[in-house]
T-cell receptor
Framework: AQTVTQSQPEMSVQEAETVTLSCTYDTSENNYYLFWYKQPPSRQMILVIRQEAYKQQNATENRFSVNFQKAAKSFSLKISDSQLGDTAMYFCAFAPPDDKIIFGKGTRLHILP | NAGVTQTPKFQVLKTGQSMTLQCAQDMNHEYMSWYRQDPGMGLRLIHYSVGAGITDQGEVPNGYNVSRSTTEDFPLRLLSAAPSQTSVYFC?????????FGPGTRLTVL
């Protein structure tokens, strides 16, 4: 069965620091997609970043970047220069092509002033 | 584009009542899905649809029905509400690999 594991239920960092959220997944597929979603207190699910498994280059979106290690089945999210608005629940997710997306249980991130 | 819309935003039901959560998208996406979100459980897939007239069960389908008569709409029906169905419900749609979520419905069953 395909699973997504986020080993950090909750984290806190000071504003302007860099923080890394961990995610591992288990699959026998070779081609798939990986995502990080952000859920702020407003409850809206917001796509932060996506990675295609066949691309070796790590995806980046402004202050957000990933460290994708395909062999280790690891997909961590790095947030640089963290801001108060980054306070949210973060979900890692995995999806084979044309199939259901599977979510981890989430990491609650607090950015402290 | 309105994206994915869900109604209502909040709902309180009594045990045994039935209701329908509405979901609509205006992006002409084929794939639509329903999730429930519970504390410490992440998002769990209830039902999904790969196109009009086609639906299938997800991880936690019991107590819920869906239908997909049009590309735009994907309602979720609770047949006889139970307190265990107290949750936040999200509808999502996608064409390719990326899902777009609605704002969610917070449902409380007393």
């Amino acid at each position: 069965a395909q699973t997504v594991t986020q080993s950090q239920p909750e984290m806190s960092v000071q504003e302007a620091e860099t923080v890394t959220l961990s995610c591992t997944y288990d699959t026998s597929e070779n081609n798939y997609y990986l995502f990080w979603y952000k859920q702020p207190p407003s409850r809206q699910m917001i796509l932060v970043i996506r990675q295609e498994a066949y691309k070796q280059q790590n995806a980046t979106e402004n202050r957000f970047s990933v460290n994708f290690q395909k062999a280790a089945k690891s997909f961590s999210l790095k947030i640089s220069d963290s801001q108060l608005g980054d306070t949210a629940m973060y979900f890692c997710a995995f999806a084979p092509p044309d199939d259901k997306i599977i979510f981890g249980k989430g990491t609650r991130l607090h950015i402290l002033p | 584009n309105a994206g994915v819309t869900q109604t209502p935003k909040f709902q309180v039901l009594k045990t045994g009542q039935s209701m329908t959560l509405q979901c609509a998208q205006d992006m002409n996406h084929e794939y639509m899905s329903w999730y429930r979100q519970d504390p410490g459980m992440g998002l769990r897939l209830i039902h999904y649809s790969v196109g009009a007239g086609i639906t299938d069960q997800g991880e936690v389908p019991n107590g819920y029905n869906v239908s997909r008569s049009t590309t735009e709409d994907f309602p979720l029906r609770l047949l006889s509400a139970a307190p265990s169905q107290t949750s936040v419900y999200f509808c999502a749609s996608s064409r390719g690999d990326t899902q777009y979520f609605g704002p969610g419905t917070r449902l409380t069953v007393l």
